[in-house]
């Protein structure tokens, strides 16, 4: 079994830089769509169906959807900082080790009804923003480096489709890899 196909199923995030009107809309609009697409793919799963993993020592759907709602949190934080701030440094957070916290065996409908409720207002926040909003930008101290919107916008996008289609692969495999 190809590790690397199943670790990133939609591939890695592309973007080009300098994004045209129509390709940050369709980003905005797959920002949208998420919390009813995962919603639906995992409504009729049991919990042990949510026990399973998207590839070998990967995450269960349970720690995918919760890490979603943890990770758009923190994005529409990063938004805020960069729209009302100089330059911020941004504060990141180990994922991984979040993953692992009690909150993680919640019912995943918290955290379903979380990224309905929060997408909703970022969404709405994303189609009021500027040209020169869309530029603005924040510093990642993991990175060393810089980030605009639009590209976090695009990284965004691409971090739902990436997590719908690690669920998607967990239920098609049935968490099983031989």
Same mark, same amino acid.
């Given at each position: 079994?190809?590790? =690397?196909?199943?670790?990133?199923?939609?591939?890695?995030?592309?973007?080009?830089? &300098?994004?045209?009107?129509?390709?940050?809309?369709?980003?905005?609009?797959?920002?949208?769509?998420?919390?009813?697409?995962?919603?639906?793919?995992?409504?009729?799963?049991?919990?042990?169906?949510?026990?399973?993993?998207?590839?070998?020592?990967?995450?269960?759907?349970?720690?995918?959807?919760?890490?979603?709602?943890?990770?758009?949190?923190?994005?529409?934080?990063?938004?805020?900082?960069?729209?009302?701030?100089?330059?911020?440094?941004?504060?990141?957070?180990?994922?991984?080790?979040?993953?692992?916290?009690?909150?993680?065996?919640?019912?995943?409908?918290? &955290?379903?009804?979380?990224?309905?409720?929060?997408?909703?207002?970022?969404?709405?926040?994303?189609?009021?923003? &500027? =040209? =020169?909003?869309? &530029?603005?930008?924040?510093?990642?101290?993991?990175?060393?480096?810089?980030?605009?919107?639009?590209?976090?916008?695009?990284?965004?996008?691409?971090?739902?489709?990436?997590?719908?289609?690690?669920?998607?692969?967990?239920? =098609?495999?049935?968490?099983?890899?031989?």
């Amino acid at each position: 079994m190809d590790l =690397e196909k199943l670790r990133y199923p939609i591939g890695k995030l592309s973007y080009a830089g &300098s994004p045209t009107i129509d390709q940050r809309n369709g980003w905005i609009q797959d920002i949208a769509e998420f919390p009813d697409q995962l919603r639906a793919a995992v409504k009729d799963l049991t919990q042990e169906q949510l026990q399973w993993h998207y590839r070998p020592e990967g995450w269960t759907i349970r720690q995918v959807v919760h890490h979603c709602a943890d990770s758009h949190l923190n994005a529409q934080l990063r938004f805020k900082l960069a729209l009302t701030e100089g330059l911020p440094t941004i504060k990141p957070y180990k994922e991984a080790l979040w993953a692992q916290l009690p909150d993680i065996e919640e019912d995943i409908n918290v &955290s379903l009804d979380l990224l309905t409720a929060l997408h909703k207002k970022w969404v709405y926040l994303l189609e009021r923003l &500027s =040209e =020169e909003d869309f &530029s603005r930008q924040y510093i990642h101290p993991e990175h060393n480096k810089t980030f605009d919107l639009n590209f976090t916008v695009a990284m965004y996008s691409w971090h739902c489709r990436h997590h719908y289609a690690h669920v998607l692969q967990a239920i =098609e495999h049935k968490g099983e890899f031989a």
